[in-house]
Structures are given as C-alpha cells and as structure tokens.
C-alpha cells in the first residue's frame, strides 16, 4: 500500500508539475505577448507624438509665414502709395514749371510785339535790319512755344 500510494503521489506530482509548468508557459506566453503589445503601444504613442510634434511645427511655420506676407504686402503697399504720391507731386511740379516757362514765353513774345508795333508805328526813320532782327526772334520765339508743347512730357526725379 506505501509503495502504491507513493506511485500514486509521484503520478499526480508529475502530472501537477506538468500541468503547473503548462500553466508558467502560458502565462509566460502571456507576457510576453503584454510585452510586445506594450511595446507596439508605446511605439504607436511616439509615432504619434512625432506627427503632432511635426504638425505643430508646420502650423507655427505656417503662420509664421503667412504673418511675413502680410508684412510685406503692408510694406509693398505703402511704398506703391509712397510712389504714387511722389510721382504725383513730380507731375504737379512738372505742370507748373511748364505753365511758367510758357507764361515767360507769352510775356517775352508780347513784348516783341510790343516792339515791332513800335517801330512799325515809326515812319520816318524805319530801320528795316532792326525790324528783321525782331521779326526774327519772333518767329524763333513762336517757334519754341510750339516745341515745347510738342515735346513728350517725363515724370521722372532726374529732370
């Protein structure tokens, strides 16, 4: 009976310790597979965290740059407006620069006239050189009034 009952002992010692050791395999197995798992998690997680790192740098770029253009179209735009006011100004400039140079030509020609019609009123002693030579700066008088109106007109600084 003590030899049949240790048999039967040492049966169900074997059979306990497999199963046992079946049961650490599994639950071995087990662990390792959590491990993996936890593994992949955290390798998804800093993917992750690398795409919303990533798309945070790209939106602040973004912005960054969307704020320098609208800079710089302030910027461009104040100096189309700083242009035109200048070239405005040049061409007011221009205008009245032009009005008096013909105003001066007016007065100059008027005054030739002034004295043809003198010495035309003069009879006796009539020079006909001296009514040439008035004639003459007349004509050449007449002739740049009618050039420089002719003449294309320049909206630059340099003139």
């Known amino acids: 009976e003590a030899a049949s009952w240790e048999a039967s002992v040492a049966s169900r010692r074997g059979s306990i310790g497999g199963a046992y050791r079946q049961h650490l395999y599994r639950l071995a197995l087990k662990l390792q597979r959590e491990r993996l798992q936890l593994g992949r ?41 700083e242009r035109y006011a200048r070239e405005r100004a040049q061409s007011d400039v221009l205008r009245s620069m032009e009005r008096e140079v013909q105003e001066q030509q007016r007065a100059s020609i008027e005054q030739l006239r002034a004295q043809l019609e003198a010495i035309d009123g003069v009879v006796d002693g009539y020079d006909l050189a001296q009514g040439e030579e008035f004639m003459y700066r007349l004509t050449a008088a007449v002739q740049d009034a009618r050039d420089y109106g002719r003449r294309p007109r320049r909206h630059s600084a340099g003139r």
């Open 41 to 81: 998690n955290a390798s998804a997680e800093r993917a992750h965290a690398r795409r919303l790192s990533a798309e945070r740098n790209y939106y602040a770029a973004e912005g960054f740059y969307r704020d320098q253009i609208v800079q710089l179209e302030g910027r461009i735009k104040s100096a189309r407006a």
